[in-house]
């Protein structure tokens, strides 16, 4: 919301606005480390075989279409 209306409104509601952001937050910060977890799974399959011919991260991505 625009600060002015903020300014004009109890502290309260300023709190559960704060309050929210930090909530969108953290799941923001829990799907990052999840993405992240993945993407070091797949780097980890591709240096164990790094000659083969298929890539690992190319076949996830082609499976998400």
Known sequence: ENLLVLSQ???????????????QVHVKINDLQHLQQALK??????????AEAHCPIIEIL????
């Open 41 to 50: 799974q797949l780097l980890d399959q591709c240096h164990q075989s790094p």
């Open 9 to 23: 409104g109890a502290c309260a509601d300023v709190q559960i606005l704060a309050q929210q952001k930090l909530d």
């Open 62 to 65: 082609l499976d998400e279409k």
